[in-house]
């Protein structure tokens, strides 16, 4: 496996159901990154982790719960979630988040769809 | 804080003509990166190019270059001898060069198709 992977590609799952996403990524990256990419609007940062700590929650509802064990594992746990949080989850990696500036890859995504 | 528009939901060209996407953005940052995305259908984003505030000359990645207007805070991205595969949302992205987090915000982005 090369870059950034996420799993699943594609998951549907009822309002009352417990579901994670998971991301791995495979350049020797420090800092992991959740969006979320709605229909007709701008890639929103979720959270942000540097080196397996947390350094920005963008005001997220605490439904999606992130989980970084290591820099190159990034998890989001979903629970009890509403039919508007039906998205795309994009995670990316890259080498830092200051002191200059970090390209960052982006994996392909996983389709969500809260029934 | 930041803000990056492209205004263009949509753009349509004939395979090897020249398209140019549009994005403004405001900012009272002096120093930032300016990049665009591509996300084909297959959901990978990628980056296909950036411009750094600082810099006059305007980036370019072999058939894609941008038109960098600080002063108009407008940043324009040309495809040159579009092809095929170029089709994509195409999304401009805006980046402060100092501070934590290297934070990218984004513009809603641009369905960019090539016809054939």
């Known amino acids: 496996e090369t870059g950034v992977t996420q799993t699943p590609r594609h998951l549907v799952m009822g309002m009352t159901n417990k579901k994670s996403l998971k991301c791995e990524q495979h350049l020797g990256h420090n800092a992991m990154y959740w969006y979320k990419q709605s229909a007709k609007k701008p890639l929103e940062l979720m959270f942000v982790y540097n080196f397996k700590e947390q350094t920005e929650n963008n005001s997220v509802p605490s439904r999606f719960s992130p989980e970084c064990p290591n820099s190159s594992h990034l998890f989001l746990h979903l629970h009890t979630l509403q039919p508007e949080d039906s998205a795309l989850y994009l995670c990316?990696?890259?080498?830092?988040?200051?002191?200059?500036?970090?390209?960052?890859?982006f994996g392909p995504g996983t389709r969500l769809t809260v029934t | 804080a930041q803000t990056v528009t492209q205004s263009q939901p949509e753009m349509s060209v004939q395979e090897a003509e020249t398209v140019t996407l549009s994005c403004t953005y405001d900012t009272s940052e002096s120093n930032y990166y300016l990049f665009w995305y591509k996300q084909p259908p297959s959901r990978q984003m990628i980056l296909v190019i950036r411009q750094e505030a600082y810099k006059q000359q305007n980036a370019t990645e072999n058939r894609f270059s941008v038109n960098f207007q600080k002063a108009a805070k407008s940043f324009s991205l040309k495809i040159s001898d579009s092809q095929l595969g170029d089709t994509a949302m195409y999304f401009c992205?805006?980046?402060?060069?100092?501070?934590?987090?290297?934070?990218?915000?984004f513009g809603k982005g641009i369905t960019l198709s090539v016809r054939p």
């Open positions: 990316a990696s890259s080498y830092g988040t200051s002191g200059g500036v970090y390209e960052q890859y």
């Open positions: 992205a805006f980046m402060k060069k100092t501070g934590a987090n290297s934070k990218l915000t």
